[in-house]
């Protein structure tokens, strides 16, 4: 995430992406607009909804609920927020609120299934952070929820909605790299960006580096993959005495199907046995400096190799901000090439503001450009456990809260 883990990080010391350059038009709203209530005055809100708002001509941001008044007034003036909700019962006020119709949920890892199961149960559409909650148990049943509502829940992995993860995806698929063999996708920030009080670094909380980040690793890595994982092949996790069972940094390689368009046998190798794919992912939150004192650059970067050449994608989480899309590949006479391609897409649209796009036709009965359903959400958080449990340090914790069954 190299630049958008630069991005994020500005943006919570105060950098606003809030220029022309990024958002030129600001349309103005429809008449009935998508009013949208956020549970939390949380820093990474105004990147991932705020923002992107403004540029909708059909959504609207109407209402903040934290759980200290001031708090909520003041998020709410900064950024042009009609209602304030403040005080312990403040997110279920803003749920009750009939003036919202979906609920954004930036909260910490450990809430999203209660918060998202109540604001189903109060009949609101969904956009929830990633990760999606803690197990796979419990994201598998607020998505049943969801369909038994008739409510539009998604898991918000906004890097998969930007053209340049989806142009890489088609390079893969195109069958030019030859048979797929290895696939390598990183997330590492340097130490000093999140402090030791961090909701990242709470067991109670669902915090660790594999969720946290881990969660778009793997979400890239299936992707790319175009399956689900056969098996956790190792896992490991580095750790430190202050936070107990918290990863700060977890690498796991993982065994994947053989991709289907590359696997069939071909002329030049008749017969071949399919070749599982080793996926490697790489997450930390605290990389140490180089010889103690020469910060690293971010991490954040997904690679696809195969027997006839490879792509990387050089930040997919930030891709609006920089990327590039680098293939080589080596012909029959052993002539290497190489290319550059860029995908940004719509200008100035950053992967929240196709993100918001696709949530929104959802919504309003549009078919989107692009989504992914509730099992791809399940299956990343049970292979989110199954690193954990080969780690050694297990699940995160269940949620205790009392949940509707209606
Ligand atoms: N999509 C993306 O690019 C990113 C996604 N994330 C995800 O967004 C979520 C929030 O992350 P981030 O914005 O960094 O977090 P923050 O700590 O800034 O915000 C979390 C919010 O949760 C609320 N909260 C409720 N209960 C608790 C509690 N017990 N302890 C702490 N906070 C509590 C707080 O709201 P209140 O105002 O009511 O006090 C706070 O505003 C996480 O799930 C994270 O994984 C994070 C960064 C980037
Ligand atoms: O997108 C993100 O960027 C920064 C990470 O630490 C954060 O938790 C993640 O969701």
Known sequence: ???ASIGITLHHHGFRFQTPAVYPHQPEPTSAPLRFGILGAARVAPLSLILPVKN???AVVHAVAAR?????????????????????AAYQELLDDPEIDAVYIPLPNGLHYEW???ALAAGKHVLLELPSTNTAEETRRMFDYAEKKGLVLLEAVHSRFHPAIRRTKEIVDSGELGTITKIETEMAIPSGIFNDSDIRFSYALGGGAFMEMGCYTLFTARYLAGADPLRVVTASADTS??????DIGTTATLAFPPLSSASAPSASSPGAAPTEITAIMTTHFRLPPRLGFIPQFPQVSAR?????????LFNYLGPWLYHYITVKTTDENGVTKTRTEKAYGNYGWTTYRYQLEAFVDKIRGRTPDHWYDAQDSVSNLRWIERIYEATGLGSRPESSAQIPTD
């Open 1 to 3: 995430m190299a630049l």
């Open 304 to 312: 696809v190799i195969g027997t006839r050449g490879e792509v990387k």
């Open 241 to 246: 005495s202050a936070f107990p069972r918290i």
């Open 56 to 58: 909708h001509a059909d």
């Open 68 to 88: 200290d008044q001031n708090r909520a007034d003041t998020f709410a003036k900064k950024h042009g927020i009609a209602k304030a909700y403040g005080g312990t």
């Open 116 to 118: 998202t199961m109540k």
